[in-house]
């Protein structure tokens, strides 16, 4: 689900075409996500069909072809990006692409996001807590599973914590030499760098 | 009702409105508070022992001092004893027996002593052969067997020790002397006067007496009123004067003293304070008043002072007892290990207890004052702003300068004041100078940054050191300068003199001099007794002075 | 019935001119007798400011405290020393307890500062750490105890006598999850005989054991957990996608 509304998310800063929208893709998710072009396109057409995206002129099909995001299309990204993810399969991935989206759609506040990923992960866990709690002492074995539960969403809770230090550490550094722009505008967000980073440890 | 009930029973609170109420806690909060001073001491007191060792010296030193000075004259008169007066008759009295009886009519119990004086060949010393009761009401304490037994019956003799060394004289040995022969049987020594050259004979076997003297106990004014026809009579009155003195100098010199060590204390107990800071914030926290935080440390310094009031004591009585041979050598009279000015101890201690005390005080009130925020993350209190005691500083340190220039070295109690405000002046200026001294460090070697930054940050127990170290100074000004300028001042009565100087004495009756030389002017005999009214002339009661005080 | 512990638009601001920090902006809260709230957030965002101000070892530059229906800002500090030692617990990270007094003596500071005997005050301490499971640390010295056993002993301090508001900031800080657990259950167990409770934690695991978790961020209180739905939920298909 996540290269629909990652399509979706590098449509909001404007329209694009299809070959940028796959460079694009690939150069912000670290390029640890290869994408092929007919999954991009696939993916398009499905995004159009659903009336999320629109395309430029319908003329000709191909690399040149342009898409915009519709109002629903922004819709279905907003509402996806505070979605928690199904924690019953490992979760990290998920929303480390929500995040990572998150920081280029504008007018996107990224701790909003991350807070309502944490409240929904502290409210899972309580409720754990909770049955740990009422659970009888000698339920070895329940307990241990609660704590395996546990550990695994406090993990995920604890890169959310990272991350946001992380791109509070960052806005100011951006801040610092222009202080100009809004802390959490995604002007500021230096990911082009991080893309790099990972680029060339590769 | 369990425990808990009735604890609840005691904060007397309905469960769901919350009241304050009121009280602090009292008698059992002021009682955990000591337990924990106390049990803290326990643990850090070699931390505290810079100001323990300091306030216990303070202390021993005083306790010394003051036993040396109320023993270095002898409590007791080396020749009257216990008694105040002392009249001595002349042996060749026809009437002896007949004075006597009146004296002894008139002042009630009395001592009556006899004396005659046996030459020793090749020097014009005599030996005092002395007819007296050892247990006399007044003479008992001039008297003490050293060794063997005192005499009994005619031919017995107890000799002191300085004639039986000049006799050579061992217990059981015989005396040939004055034409008789004695056993010896003891040793004797008078504890008041140990260099007393006498012999002790049994009663009634010092004849004939050459002279007779009589101890009794009398005020000045009955005794003038008491008149005995033509005898050439003889009169001591003893003085009392001196020791009281002496141990109240000493104790003053002992107050001094404790001042500065009081100010080590000061600054001894705020480093404790800051080691104990997150300990009393905690205590804040968890709702202690401020007087109970202030506790603490006044506690603390309780105990210190107390312990070293006890230590100090007993650190000085051991020295001084084992100083007593020392001494009893050079005062030459015995020394009751006992005889102490207990009242001076018991002040010196006291006055230990109230330095150690009053040095607590100040680190309690700024404990006190600390957020307990501040405490609990151990942050020292703000430094007071440098200038704002700086020129009360200044003034006091003028004034002082100006005092001294003014008693131009010879006012001594100008240049006391003086030398306070300019310890007070300094004291008052050291935040600046600190505050100076930090701005400097910024460019000195790191270990001298560290060191000044410190200085700069806990004011307090700098400020408190510099205050001591300028006392310390201060008294050594004071004691140099008051004593030259007490060298300027003073006339010279005796000594050698300059070689521009010259010493005239005038004619008449004062105490300063007579015209004609006078050898038996000058008191030689006991150093607290005096004469105190002669029958006779001046210059003519040489003949009626016994033997032994011609020495 | 009125709240243990209601912050109105309480403000901090520490230092002044250039130096000025805003610790707390505005912070509204309300804890009610017997629940236990978690206070979360970054390093700064003003969870230990909070809980000294609530514990009124702090003054708040505006806004209202109130404990048990009291307001703060009007007390003289022997008042609020009073207010403390009956009313207010607290456990702090890591130093808590008074070198040189034993844990029970520890335990019975508070009672024996308000007044009572020393004798009952501590049988009232022993009773307090017999709940706790600590009677056989009673008569050792904080030296004596590993950190765990510690921070036990503080939160038997906090609550021992008639306390109302027990105060936690970071209280299992320094410990591992087993005794950070212990830690939290025993507060939750304060709460449940009805003392209202405040823990400040930057661990999720900790906070998970409080009936709400609020979440503050620069001085502000951004957002709160809802009330909890209970176990059952869990079971539940999960509500994504
Ligand atoms: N006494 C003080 N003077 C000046 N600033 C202070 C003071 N105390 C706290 N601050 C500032 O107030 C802000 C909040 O501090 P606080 O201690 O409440 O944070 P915290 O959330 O407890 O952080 P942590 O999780 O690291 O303990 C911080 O920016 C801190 O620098
Ligand atoms: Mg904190």
């Known amino acids: ?202 | 009702m369990t425990v808990s009930e009735a604890v609840r029973e005691h904060a007397a609170e309905p469960a769901d409105e919350l009241e304050v109420g009121t009280g602090d806690g009292g008698a059992p909060a002021r009682r955990a508070i000591t337990r924990w001073a106390w049990r803290l001491f326990r643990r850090e007191w070699r931390q505290q022992l810079l100001v323990l060792a300091l306030l216990t010296l303070a202390v021993a030193a005083t306790t010394i001092g003051v036993a040396i000075a109320s023993n270095t004259l002898s409590p007791v008169d080396a020749t009257m004893g216990t008694a105040n007066h002392r009249v001595t008759i002349p042996g060749s009295d026809p009437n002896l027996s007949a004075h006597i009886a009146a004296i002894q009519k008139m002042f009630g119990p009395t001592e009556v002593v006899a004396h005659q004086p046996i030459a020793v060949a090749g020097s014009v010393a005599t030996v005092d052969l002395r007819d007296q009761d050892p247990k006399g009401v007044y003479g008992h304490a001039t008297v003490r067997l050293a060794a063997g037994r005192y005499p009994n019956g005619a031919d017995e003799v107890a000799v002191a020790p300085p004639v039986a060394a000049t006799f050579s004289l061992h217990i059981g040995n015989v005396w040939h002397q004055g034409g008789r022969d004695r056993r010896v049987v003891g040793l004797v020594e008078n504890p008041q006067n140990l260099l007393d050259e006498f012999a002790l004979v049994a009663p009634g076997q010092a004849i004939p007496p050459n002279e007779v003297s009589i101890l009794l106990n009398t005020t000045d004014a009955r005794f003038r009123a008491f008149h005995l026809g033509d005898v050439a009579l003889s009169v001591e009155a003893r003085s009392y004067a001196g020791q009281t003195a002496a141990a109240t100098a000493v104790l003053a010199l002992g107050t001094i003293g404790l001042l500065f060590v009081g100010l080590v204390a000061v600054a001894g107990f705020t480093v404790m304070a800051q080691r104990r800071l997150r300990a009393m914030g905690m205590l804040g926290a968890i709702g202690a008043t401020d007087r109970h935080i202030r506790l603490v440390m006044l506690a603390n310094g309780a105990v210190v002072g107390a312990l070293a009031a006890i230590v100090g004591t007993v650190v000085g009585l051991l020295g001084w007892i084992a100083f007593i041979p020392h001494l009893e050598g050079l005062a030459g009279h015995r020394i009751d290990w006992f005889h102490l000015p207990w009242w001076a101890i018991a002040m010196a201690m006291l006055l230990a207890f109230l330095t150690a005390v009053a040095a607590a005080w100040w680190p309690a009130r700024s404990a006190a004052r600390i957020p307990i925020v501040a405490a609990l993350s151990g942050r020292p209190p703000r430094p007071q702003p440098a200038h704002r005691f700086a020129a009360a500083g200044s003034a006091l340190l003028l004034v002082g300068l100006s005092l001294l220039a003014f008693a131009h070295q010879k006012r001594p109690p100008l240049i006391v004041t003086g030398i306070v405000a300019i310890t007070l002046g300094l004291l008052f200026l050291a935040p600046l100078g600190i505050a100076g001294l930090a701005v400097f460090a910024r460019r000195a070697p790191i270990a001298v940054r560290l060191a000044l930054r410190d200085l700069a940050r806990y004011q307090a127990r700098s400020g408190a050191a510099v205050a001591a170290v300028t006392l310390a100074i201060g008294i050594a000004a004071t004691v140099a300068v008051s004593a030259s300028a007490a060298e300027a001042e003073a006339v010279p009565t005796a000594g050698n003199l300059p070689t521009n100087q010259l010493l005239v004495y005038l004619a008449g009756p004062g105490p300063v001099g007579g015209g004609a030389r006078c050898p038996n002017r000058r008191r030689r005999n006991s150093r607290s007794s005096r004469p105190a009214s002669i029958n006779s002339r001046p210059c003519s009661t040489p003949r009626t002075w016994p033997p032994w005080m011609r020495r | 019935m009125t709240a243990a512990l209601e912050l109105r638009s309480v403000s901090k601001v520490y230092g002044d001119g250039p130096t000025e920090v805003q610790a707390l902006r505005e912070v509204n809260l309300s804890v009610e007798a017997g629940a236990l709230v978690a206070v979360m957030g970054p390093s700064g965002s003003g969870k230990s400011t909070l809980l000294t101000i609530a514990g009124s070892l702090e003054d708040a530059t505006t806004g209202e405290v109130l404990v048990g229906g009291l307001t703060l800002s009007g007390m003289s500090r022997n008042d609020r020393a009073r207010l403390r030692r009956r009313a207010i617990g607290y456990v702090f990270q890591d130093f808590n307890l008074l070198a040189g007094l034993t844990a029970v003596e520890n335990v019975a500071l508070p009672l024996e500062l308000d007044g009572v005997a020393a004798r009952t005050a501590q049988a009232a301490g022993m009773e307090a750490l017999e709940q706790l499971g600590l009677s056989d640390q009673g008569s050792r010295f904080p030296d004596q105890l590993s950190g765990g056993e510690r921070q036990r002993v503080a939160i038997a301090r906090a609550v021992v006598g008639d306390r109302r508001l027990l105060l936690a900031d970071e209280p299992s800080g320094a410990l591992d999850s087993v005794n950070g657990e212990a830690v939290m259950r025993l507060m939750r167990a304060a709460c449940r005989r009805g003392v209202a409770g405040v823990v400040v934690t930057h661990d999720a695991q900790l906070a998970s054991w409080a009936d709400r978790v609020v979440f503050l961020r620069d001085g502000r209180v951004v957002d709160q957990t809802a009330p909890p739905l209970g176990p059952e939920s869990l079971l539940e298909p999960s509500p994504s996608q």
Do not use: C
Request: charged share 30%; net charge negative; proline share 6%.
């Open chain 1, 1 to 202: 689900m996540t290269v629909r509304h990652a399509l979706l998310a590098l449509l909001s800063e404007g329209p694009k075409y299809g070959l940028q929208l796959r460079q694009e893709f690939e150069a912000r998710t670290g390029e640890v996500w290869p994408l092929n072009v007919g999954q991009v396109y696939t993916t398009l057409q499905r995004l159009e069909r659903d009336g999320f995206v629109e395309s430029e002129d319908s003329a000709e099909d191909g690399p040149q072809r342009g898409f915009r995001i519709t109002r629903d299309g922004e819709k279905e990204l907003a509402e996806w990006l505070r979605t928690p993810p199904d924690l019953s399969s490992p979760p990290r991935d998920e929303l480390v692409i929500k995040v990572l989206v998150a920081l280029r759609v504008p007018g996107v506040d990224v701790h909003e996001v991350i807070q309502v990923h944490r409240r929904y992960l502290v409210e899972l866990m309580q409720q754990w807590t909770r049955l740990k709690e009422d659970a009888a002492e000698h339920d070895l074995g329940f307990a241990l599973v609660v704590d395996a539960e546990l550990f695994r969403i406090d993990s995920v809770v604890r890169w959310l914590d990272a991350a946001e230090g992380r791109l509070k550490r960052a806005s100011v550094e951006a801040d610092a030499p222009e202080a100009t722009t809004d802390a959490q505008s995604p002007a500021a967000m230096p990911l082009p760098r991080l893309g790099r980073r990972v680029g060339v440890r590769r």
